[in-house]
């Protein structure tokens, strides 16, 4: 069974950049298509990014569509967010989720999401 795991948040001054990994075990993210959300403190969770099964990308938020680059790896079996100039509003927990449906903003269009992490965006 698919489990995914994210990694690469921290704190981080403004204008500085993280790149966030979420890494899959237990099958191959190869025939799926991967979604990166964030939830900020006090709302709710909203789409990031999405990279399909053949590489085509979608970005689901215009605040970060010139400063994130969604990719994936199949050999190693991860996606990955490169996270540049970074705001204090991107702070929050930032998730992958996976469905073996097309990309989609919505979260409940996701089947398995990883446990989180977190970035902070302060000064």
């Known amino acids: 069974q698919l489990r995914l795991v994210e990694s690469g948040g921290g704190l981080v001054q403004p204008g500085g950049s993280l790149r966030l990994s979420c890494a899959a075990s237990g099958s191959t993210l190869a025939y799926s298509a991967i979604g990166w959300f964030r939830q900020a403190p006090g709302k709710e969770r909203a789409g990031v990014w999405c990279?399909?099964?053949?590489?085509?990308?979608?970005a689901y938020s215009d605040s970060v569509e010139d400063r994130f680059t969604i990719s994936r790896d199949n050999a190693k079996n991860a996606v990955y967010l490169q996270m540049n100039s970074l705001e204090p509003e991107d702070s929050g927990i930032y998730y992958c989720a996976s469905t073996f449906w097309g990309c989609s903003g919505l979260g409940d269009d996701y089947d398995t999401w990883g446990q989180g992490t977190q970035v902070t965006v302060s000064s």
């Open positions: 990279i399909n099964r053949t590489n085509n990308r979608f």
